[in-house]
Nanobody, 124 residues
């Protein structure tokens, strides 16, 4: 599975952004997928996960309400919609895939493949 993240950029505080993660390769549409982010000097942080069918989603508590994860298996693409962006959302956002038919969880070690990351910078 190869992952390609896109959609990042420089935005103003309060605006919204949609990140995309396109997957290719074997099992691209049947893997659990997640988004993480990493700010400078900080550990990689779990944001959200969606299972292979899209029927299950979970979020880190602090992001509930502002972040929405979704997927389109016909396009092998997972999205992360972020609303009401804040300066503290500035980070590199990574998508990940886990070769499991169940839920992978919030531990980065449970994911088998990673995208290259897309930078999101929020100016206040």
């Amino acid at each position: 599975v190869q992952l390609q993240a896109s959609g990042g950029g420089l935005v103003q505080a309060g605006e919204s952004l949609r990140l995309s993660c396109a997957a290719s390769g074997r099992l691209a549409s049947t893997s659990s997928r997640a988004w993480f982010r990493q700010a400078p000097g900080k550990q990689r942080e779990f944001l959200a996960e969606i299972d292979w069918s899209g029927g299950y989603t979970t979020y880190i508590d602090s992001m509930k309400g502002r972040f929405t994860i979704s997927r389109d298996n016909a396009k092998s693409t997972v999205y992360l919609q972020i609303s009401s962006l804040k300066a503290e959302d500035t980070a590199v956002y990574y998508c990940a895939a886990a070769l499991t038919t169940s839920r992978a969880g919030s531990d980065p070690g449970e994911y088998d493949y990673w995208g290259q990351g897309t930078q999101v910078t929020v100016s206040s």
